[in-house]
């Protein structure tokens, strides 16, 4: 069976049991590593594996083809993306008719931006521009735009930059909703058996909980350039309870995103209720 997900370290610890054949009765999985932003792609255009990580924003393009599992996914609180500026400004009115770049227009951290920027932006209008995640921070630092929207381990870093929060969009959704924050989501093709999927994947979290060491090396060779401080923090915040089991706050989170961000034409209409089956 084929998978993709990303190379980040909460991602390669849910699933190092699964793919490394220590779950019984779990088949065989080919993994293909990925940032979320080609996984959604590959899940939008129906030419991606059987099973994926991808952004919870993107789920309203591939319900008809993807059921959502409820778990191996990131949400969580104390978690969600950070609006950065360089001048220290502390007023979000200051980012009307100003430049700020974000790492995809179909992710979650997106959506919580511009219904952030709906409440706090007059007019809610900016110049959005699309580029590498990687290259956000470093573009903020000389000025070549205003605002940047960062996600994951930027929180334990933009300050090696000089940068400063304008606005934790997670702090901001967890006060309006009383809710966690949908990150990402994993599915998988409605052909296949959900309920076995589901399985596998809640023993792999489970294992990885159990032997936090063994997938120590397999976390730490898809890293990249991250220390292994950042490794733990990055996983103690996004693997969590919501990891095993959505639980029914996990799925009102989603039906809270999804459903505001059909209202403000950010997503397509789509039936909600496919989100439980």
Not at 97 to 110: D, H, I, L, M, N
Not at 181 to 187: D, N, Y
Not at 201 to 227: F, L, T
Request: a negative charge.
């Amino acid at each position: 069976m084929n998978i993709a997900f990303s190379p980040c370290p909460n991602d390669t610890f849910v699933f190092h049991a699964l793919v490394h054949g220590l779950i019984p009765g779990a088949p065989e999985f080919d993994v293909t590593y990925a940032d979320i932003d080609i996984t959604n792609n590959l899940a939008a255009n129906r030419t991606g594996p059987e099973v994926l990580k991808i952004s919870y924003a993107a789920l309203p393009w591939v319900l008809d083809d993807y059921a959502l599992l409820p778990c191996g996914g990131a949400l969580g609180r104390g978690c969600g993306p950070l609006v950065l500026t360089k001048d220290g400004t502390t007023s979000a009115a200051s980012l009307a008719g100003k430049r700020v770049a974000v790492p995809s227009e179909r992710s979650t951290a997106y959506l919580l931006f511009r219904l952030w920027a709906a409440q706090q932006v007059p007019g809610g209008q900016m110049e959005i521009i699309v580029m590498p995640f990687h290259e956000i921070m470093p573009a903020v630092k000389e000025g070549t735009i205003d605002a940047g929207l960062v996600i994951h381990e930027a929180r334990f870093t933009y300050q090696n930059y000089g940068l400063n929060m304008l606005a934790d969009l997670g702090s901001w959704w967890e006060s309006d909703t009383g809710l966690p924050i949908p990150l990402g989501a994993i599915i998988a093709r409605r052909s296949l058996d959900i309920e076995s999927l589901t399985t596998w994947i809640r023993e792999s979290v489970e294992y990885a909980w159990e032997h936090p060491e063994v997938s120590k090396g397999y976390v730490m060779e898809h890293a990249q350039e991250m220390s292994p401080d950042v490794q733990k923090q990055h996983i103690a915040l996004y693997v969590n309870e919501f990891s095993a089991n959505l639980g029914e706050s996990g799925y009102a989170a989603v039906e809270a995103l999804l459903g505001r961000a059909a209202k403000e034409g950010l997503v397509p209409e789509f039936d909600l209720a496919k989100l439980r089956r």
